[in-house]
């Protein structure tokens, strides 16, 4: 699990962290000190949906890429002297109690279905206050609940002493997340969590490979722009719709696939060699097709924004995750960040700070 001294940008969040909790007394008799996991959020850039099993096993060479953005997610766990079960979620304002473990246990209808699930899966031995925060917006499509699933997963290991390696977090993460949506789940929001920076997920008949890309994190950083838009999204329903088109034997969709892995491989060459003018022509061409996928990947808003954004220095944009409102993610002409990001906000947008996350998974006792 990953440790040690944590870079500058952790230290940076744990500040936030501390800042944000001192506020409030934990009102329960701990017995020991906090479990605190953090986990960014993620962007992605071409290959989405496709990583959802078994429709890559139907593309050969499928991939997806990403890069982690420094939107965190945060779980602490507190182990408490009394064998309540205590949860807290600081960005939804809910709460929820349990007398026991066995009350948990037996629970249907929860409030806060990741905690409850993750925590049946754990077993956890005692009492204890499990808090859980997340600087994502509602639905922004950034994987704030896949981020937070690998931090709370991190953190549940971490207090009931089991050596998980990231991969078997991550199948943990991703398998309890499908039994809450109860819709299949996809591999790639789990790695920019887990590893940060940028990543090539390559998805093949022998597994799941990671591989971090080579693309200056500054680069990166000048030439998006990341907004949200402020609608609802339900990812699984979208990716759920566009699944059930593709095993039905929709021809259409199928080819739309196959076009769109390879798209992401030829992005995963231009990205590495710096050759943003493919970058943007393939994100272009990667948006066109996704969005003809299924009904409602995109929005009027999202095709205002992108409108607007066009005219102001953007040379692409593609909706974040499965699309139907949430994040855009905005390719810019270099020094045109500000002039777009400024058009953006100005036009119904909310333009969020974009950082790429240089780590990924982090956990120490507080």
């Given at each position: 699990?990953?440790?040690?001294?944590p870079?500058?940008r952790?230290?940076?969040?744990?500040?936030?962290?501390?800042?944000?909790?001192?506020?409030?007394?934990?009102?329960?008799?701990?017995?020991?000190?906090?479990?605190?996991?953090?986990?960014?959020?993620?962007?992605?850039?071409?290959?989405?949906?496709?990583d959802?099993?078994?429709?890559?096993?139907?593309?050969?060479?499928?991939?997806?890429?990403?890069?982690?953005?420094?939107?965190?997610?945060?779980?602490?766990?507190?182990?408490?002297?009394?064998?309540?079960?205590?949860?807290?979620?600081?960005?939804?304002?809910?709460?929820?109690?349990?007398?026991?473990?066995?009350a948990?246990?037996?629970?249907?209808?929860v409030?806060?279905p990741?905690?409850?699930?993750?925590?049946?899966?754990?077993?956890?031995?005692?009492?204890?206050?499990?808090e859980?925060?997340?600087e994502?917006?509602?639905?922004?499509?950034?994987?704030?609940?896949?981020?937070?699933?690998?931090?709370?997963?991190?953190?549940?290991?971490?207090?009931?002493?089991?050596?998980?390696?990231?991969?078997?977090?991550r199948?943990?993460?991703?398998?309890?997340?499908?039994q809450i949506i109860?819709?299949?789940?996809?591999?790639?929001?789990?790695?920019?969590?887990?590893?940060g920076?940028?990543?090539a997920?390559?998805?093949?008949?022998?597994?799941?490979?990671?591989?971090?890309?080579?693309?200056?994190?500054?680069?990166?950083?000048?030439?998006?722009?990341?907004?949200?838009?402020?609608?609802?999204?339900?990812?699984?329903?979208?990716?759920?719709?566009?699944?059930?088109?593709?095993?039905?034997?929709?021809?259409r969709?199928?080819?739309n696939?196959?076009?769109?892995v390879?798209i992401?491989?030829?992005?995963?060459?231009?990205?590495?060699?710096?050759?943003?003018?493919e970058?943007?022509?393939?994100?272009?061409?990667?948006?066109?097709?996704?969005?003809?996928?299924?009904p409602?990947?995109?929005t009027?808003?999202?095709?205002?924004?992108?409108?607007?954004a066009?005219?102001?220095?953007?040379?692409?944009?593609?909706?974040?995750?499965?699309?139907?409102?949430?994040?855009?993610?905005?390719?810019?002409?270099?020094?045109?960040?500000?002039?777009?990001?400024?058009?953006?906000?100005?036009n119904?947008?909310?333009?969020l700070?974009?950082?790429v996350a240089r780590?990924?998974?982090?956990?120490?006792?507080?």
């Amino acid at each position: 699990m990953p440790s040690g001294q944590p870079a500058r940008r952790w230290r940076y969040a744990r500040q936030r962290l501390v800042v944000k909790h001192s506020m409030r007394k934990i009102p329960y008799a701990a017995s020991g000190p906090t479990i605190v996991a953090q986990a960014p959020c993620r962007a992605d850039l071409a290959g989405g949906t496709i990583d959802l099993w078994p429709l890559y096993l139907f593309h050969p060479g499928a991939l997806t890429l990403n890069f982690a953005v420094n939107i965190l997610t945060t779980c602490r766990i507190t182990p408490l002297k009394a064998k309540g079960i205590h949860l807290h979620s600081i960005d939804t304002r809910r709460e929820e109690h349990f007398p026991s473990f066995e009350a948990l246990r037996r629970a249907r209808r929860v409030r806060l279905p990741l905690a409850v699930r993750l925590l049946q899966f754990f077993a956890p031995k005692e009492g204890l206050l499990m808090e859980t925060d997340s600087e994502s917006p509602a639905g922004a499509g950034i994987s704030g609940s896949s981020a937070l699933m690998i931090a709370s997963t991190a953190a549940l290991a971490r207090f009931t002493d089991r050596n998980l390696t990231l991969e078997q977090m991550r199948v943990i993460a991703q398998n309890v997340e499908a039994q809450i949506i109860q819709v299949p789940t996809g591999c790639q929001d789990y790695y920019p969590a887990l590893y940060g920076g940028a990543s090539a997920i390559h998805l093949d008949a022998d597994g799941i490979h990671r591989e971090a890309v080579a693309v200056a994190p500054e680069e990166i950083e000048s030439r998006f722009v990341l907004a949200y838009t402020g609608a609802p999204r339900k990812s699984g329903i979208n990716n759920w719709e566009v699944f059930k088109a593709h095993i039905n034997g929709d021809k259409r969709v199928f080819r739309n696939f196959e076009r769109i892995v390879e798209i992401a491989r030829a992005m995963h060459r231009a990205l590495r060699d710096a050759k943003w003018d493919e970058v943007a022509r393939l994100l272009r061409e990667e948006w066109k097709l996704r969005r003809s996928n299924a009904p409602g990947i995109t929005t009027p808003l999202i095709d205002k924004l992108i409108s607007v954004a066009t005219r102001h220095g953007g040379r692409a944009a593609k909706a974040c995750g499965a699309g139907g409102g949430g994040c855009v993610i905005f390719l810019v002409e270099q020094g045109a960040a500000s002039r777009v990001a400024t058009a953006i906000g100005d036009n119904g947008g909310r333009v969020l700070p974009l950082q790429v996350a240089r780590n990924g998974l982090h956990v120490w006792s507080a």
